[in-house]
């Protein structure tokens, strides 16, 4: 979607923008000092290397001026300051939008002037005018409705566009167009922005007042947060600040940034200086939003009449994209867990109980009492244990309903086996322990593998023996309690294809886990452990757990099984990078160097960006040659390798936006495509991190 994609490690050639909202002080009715301030506003973005900047409403002569609006000595003096700043935006590359007072065809509107590089490219008046309580703008200023004008000359620039239907489009970007409101537009019950979205408009910009109160600040989170959910836009909202006039009223200068419903940057409030926050916006997202959810679409065609209302107006934007320029704003390392405590309490709490409520739904309908699952002392099963333990609870039901088996195999290790028999004792279930050797060995006799021979041949058939031998023995175990098989394999595993298909941990009656990744298991199993839901003796058995290698334990190791032998993670990468890829491809589609981009500005250094409660120790940074490398593993085992896999899953529940990848839910592909597109574009990474 960008221009000129030649330096990798910078946002503007990834489908970003970044931009700037402003507060400047204020002095009223000051307008020469009033555009000084925000000139110093314009020149900062500019050097943050931002694209757009947002200024308040009325921001050059000051909002509270009242009756003084009237006065013909503060309008010429405000369009003089428009003047200064026109000046000076002739050498700048940002697009700045300045608030004014304006007359046109003999009356006074409350404007919002787009201006680049010494050029007004359009000016948009207030739609909406309030006038109840502390608010008296129709005794000053009329509606955009009542202008006769579509366009007008300010400054002796001719033929500038204005109105209230103006889409402003960088020939640049063809993501970005953008749209202006002001203040009181987006407090009505359908926002000028709504339309605007759907004309294609993907940032709106809002120039406002808005004195403070107690409270308000909460009430702006929600309608900003709402409106950009609700149009799938970003949305730039900037109330005014120090300097307003404080004779009935007060201002806080709260300016926020969000980009469909989620926060990307916030100003401090009540700040006695000028400031600018900046925010990087995912156009791209936007985009692929707006095209896959389709009822967007159909909301165009229900209001084409009204769309055809609005104006484009095309502007040249040079993207500063030729340099090093990494995303600054908040990117969650693990985008499945949210990073702050009370919020990730709140998802694993509902996650947990989707799980649950799942889980009961089915076996109420199917009229069965009992659950049979296996136990290998690894975190899903530890999870799917947890979750049949609470159902049972839910259902009134003993926990010895539950017939939990852990199954050792040729490499079960010592400590996972121990921490299977102390978590079944610590639930309360009816535990056993079946040795499934026995029967593996008489499979690989009756096959002829060499192993059955005396051979260590520890092959892909010697694996799967072992894990089909669990699953048949869990379906023939439920059949002879009338049971049902609880499938403990995780979201992770389905997108990478690892597991064993068919009679193998890929098949169960029902499954609990296929829609929860493997980063966000283990911070529900700390979650339970913390928040003792099992109990303070189960909660020393899950850290024991948490604290144990990702491992398939079917190979055996030289040494006496003391620990796993295998490790999961040299065959099918870092889960915890693997869920980061698997969350940007399937959420949103984005290009494997883009999502390779986001993980190097997540990932490359420890002491960076935003990390859930975890250990120092167990921290990771990575090269963007390790990012590329596992993004390969990735792109070809989800793509091409795995997805047979997926389309003959059990049922399971959806449990988080990021999705599930249930073909009866909420991913539907071909089990016989090709990665290539994929890898070809994994060749334009670069395979060395820049030089500092």
């Avoid at 934007?317 to 320029?325: D, H, S, T, Y």
Wanted: charged share 20%.
């Amino acid at each position: 979607t960008m221009t000129g994609k030649t330096e990798f490690f910078n946002l503007y050639n990834h489908g970003f923008i970044r931009v700037a909202v402003g507060v400047p002080e204020a002095r009223v009715a000051d307008p020469s000092f009033n555009a000084a301030r925000t000139i110093e506003l314009i020149e900062k973005a500019e050097r943050q290397r931002a694209v757009l900047v947002l200024f308040p409403e009325l921001g050059l002569s000051a909002y509270s001026c009242e009756d003084l609006f009237h006065q013909q000595a503060l309008l010429d003096a405000s369009r003089e300051a428009l003047r200064s700043i026109l000046v000076v935006s002739e050498a700048i590359n940002v697009t700045a939008v300045v608030g004014m007072p304006l007359q046109v065809d003999h009356m006074l509107f409350n404007c919002a002037v787009v201006l680049r590089r010494g050029k007004i490219l359009g000016i948009v008046p207030k739609t909406f005018l309030p006038n109840y309580r502390e608010f008296y703008e129709y005794r000053q200023f009329a509606p955009a409705a009542a202008a006769r004008s579509q366009a007008i000359e300010v400054l002796g620039q001719p033929d500038i566009p204005f109105g209230e239907h103006l889409l402003f489009q960088c020939h640049e970007a063809q993501n970005f167009t953008f749209f202006v409101e002001i203040c009181e537009d987006l407090w009505v019950p359908i926002p000028p922005s709504s339309s605007a979205a759907l004309a294609g408009a993907t940032v709106i910009l809002n120039l406002s007042a808005s004195n403070i109160t107690l409270g308000k600040d909460e009430y702006r989170h929600q309608l900003v947060a709402n409106q950009s959910a609700r149009c799938l836009a970003a949305y730039l909202y900037t109330a005014a600040g120090t300097g307003e006039s404080t004779t009935d009223l007060a201002w806080d200068g709260h300016a926020i940034v969000y980009e469909n419903g989620v926060l990307v940057a916030e100003s401090e409030r009540f700040h006695y200086d000028s400031q600018l926050i900046t925010a990087e916006l995912d156009l791209e997202r936007l985009s692929q939003e707006r095209m896959r959810q389709n009822s967007f679409a159909q909301s165009m065609q229900r209001d084409r009449a009204a769309l055809s209302q609005f104006r484009k107006v095309f502007f040249h934007c040079a993207l500063p994209n030729e340099a090093r320029l990494l995303c600054e704003r908040p990117l969650d390392r693990f985008p499945y867990v949210p990073s702050d405590p009370q919020l990730r309490d709140r998802r694993c709490y509902e996650a947990y109980n989707i799980q649950v409520q799942a889980l009961v739904k089915r076996l109420k309908s199917s009229k069965i009492s009992k659950v049979v699952i296996g136990i290998s002392g690894g975190l899903d099963s530890t999870h799917a244990l947890i979750v049949a333990a609470r159902a049972m609870d839910v259902l009134g039901l003993p926990r010895a309903n539950i017939l939990a088996y852990t199954m050792p195999g040729f490499a079960t290790s010592r400590a996972t086996l121990a921490n299977a028999k102390a978590l079944m004792d610590a639930v309360g279930c009816t535990a056993h322990e079946l040795d499934i050797r026995p029967s593996c060995e008489q499979m690989l006799r009756d096959i002829g593998h060499p192993y059955a021979g005396g051979e260590p041949v520890y092959d892909v058939t010697f694996e799967n023996v072992q894990a089909g031998e669990r699953t048949s023995h869990l379906f023939r175990l439920a059949n002879l309690h009338q049971g049902l098989v609880v499938g403990t394999s995780d979201l992770s595993e389905l997108a990478l294809g690892w597991c064993t298909y068919g009679v193998g941990d890929h098949m169960s009656h029902y499954a609990v886990n296929a829609s929860v990744p493997k980063t966000l298991l283990q911070f529900l199993i700390r979650w339970v452990a913390n928040t003792e839901q099992l109990g303070k003796q189960a909660s020393g058995v899950l850290r024991s757990i948490l604290n144990t290698e990702f491992s398939p334990e079917l190979v055996p190791s030289d040494a006496d099984c003391e620990r796993p032998s295998q490790r999961t993670e040299d065959a099918v990468g870092p889960y915890e990078l693997q869920d980061f890829n698997l969350y940007y491809a399937t959420r949103f589609g984005y290009l494997p160097s883009k999502i390779a981009f986001l993980a190097y500005c997540s990932w490359r250094d420890r002491r960076r960006g935003r990390w859930p409660d975890i250990p120092d120790e167990n921290r990771h940074d990575y090269t963007i040659g390790e990012i590329k490398r596992w993004l390969s593993v990735f792109a070809l085992r989800f793509f091409q390798l795995s997805q047979f896999k997926r389309s003959c899953i059990p049922n399971a529940p959806k449990v988080g936006s990021g999705g599930s990848l249930s073909p009866r839910g909420d991913y539907r592909a071909p089990s016989d495509s090709v990665a290539t597109a994929w890898l070809d574009d994994i060749k334009k990474i670069p395979d060395m991190d820049p030089e500092p």
